[in-house]
């Protein structure tokens, strides 16, 4: 049984490297799509993600799930936390800079936190957290809102898709509960393998790749990296990490991926954030803490068992 120790200055290292690889994800992004589509962007992610991970999973000798039930959930899995999420940020970022991009999928754990109030029974919704998802929602409200205002309906649309890719990843997380058996590299592994499947022929079908011009090489850099880093090395990160130092402390890098999103665009693409931007950022970020705060029982707590 692996033993939980007290964060250590490599610890905080490896969250922050996690944080700033995650957030250069939309960075790659945005470059990617000067030359390739959409759905191409996504298929060439996965490919290579899942050969780096599937290359771990074989290295280290992890036992591969073959029972069909399992490998049916894991295909569901595969459309909601990777095929699908990864072609709807592509999309919307064909009309937002990357910066927008990682403030909205932040957004990801609130919905998780209303999905396991309605769908499970042992992680209900407090006082705390109803503060913390309200003060999500007005974040995000304000960052669409803004676009709104000034009539950029197209960036309105590319935001929706990108909180549609935030919730693909809520419910995701809610299905995986039941796949709780197997491990969890072989669970990305095989995840990312599968959705290789299907996503491949939709992008030869939707986006004809062969009739667009080579890419540049700074493109097929963005889309080696976007594959190799954020989408496969990251996770294996992100697994040791919650085995030395635990998954309450993992999950900080929610607070990190956002800031990162914003500074990489800033730094590489000059995407300097509008204000509407950092006002929504404030208020996500404020809503994430608000609702890990450590629980108290509070009168109204909502968390209290029903009849």
């Not at 049916?72 to 999420?85: D, E, F, K, Q, R």
């Not at 990251?234 to 999103?261: D, E, H, K, N």
């Amino acid at each position: 049984m692996n033993v939980i120790r007290p964060p250590q200055p490599v610890d905080y290292a490896q969250l922050f490297l996690l944080g700033a690889v995650w957030g250069s994800a939309f960075l790659c992004i945005d470059i990617a799509l000067t030359s390739l589509a959409p759905m191409t962007v996504a298929a060439t992610r996965i490919v290579i993600g899942g050969a780096v991970l599937m290359a771990v999973v074989l290295a280290m000798r992890i036992p591969i799930p073959t029972d069909p039930r399992t490998l049916g959930l894991l295909t569901v899995i595969s459309v909601l936390n990777t095929a699908l999420p990864f072609f709807l940020i592509s999309w919307g970022q064909q009309f937002i800079d990357a910066g927008r991009a990682a403030i909205l999928m932040s957004f990801g754990p609130f919905v998780a936190l209303t999905l396991g109030h309605v769908l499970t029974a042992d992680d209900r919704m407090t006082a705390q957290k109803l503060v913390g998802v309200a003060l999500g929602f007005v974040g995000v409200a304000t960052l669409i809102g803004w676009d709104v205002v000034l009539g950029q309906t197209s960036g309105a649309v590319g935001q929706l898709a990108v909180i549609g890719a935030a919730s693909c990843y809520a419910l995701a997380g809610a299905l995986s509960r039941h796949v709780g058996h197997v491990p969890p590299l072989a669970n990305a592994g095989v995840v990312l393998a599968l959705a290789s499947v299907y996503t491949v022929p939709l992008a030869l079908v939707m986006d004809r790749p062969w009739t667009v011009p080579l890419p540049a090489a700074e493109v097929l850099i963005a889309v080696g990296f976007l594959g190799v880093m954020p989408t496969a090395l990251c996770y294996v990160l992100r697994f040791q990490l919650i085995r030395a130092a635990g998954a309450t402390f993992m999950s900080q890098v929610s607070y990190l991926v956002p800031v990162f999103g914003v500074l990489w665009g800033w730094v590489f693409l000059a995407q300097v954030p509008a204000v509407g931007a950092f006002v929504a950022l404030a208020l996500i970020l404020a809503g994430i803490a608000v609702s890990r705060f450590p629980r108290r029982r509070l009168p109204f707590d909502l968390a209290s068992p029903r009849p």
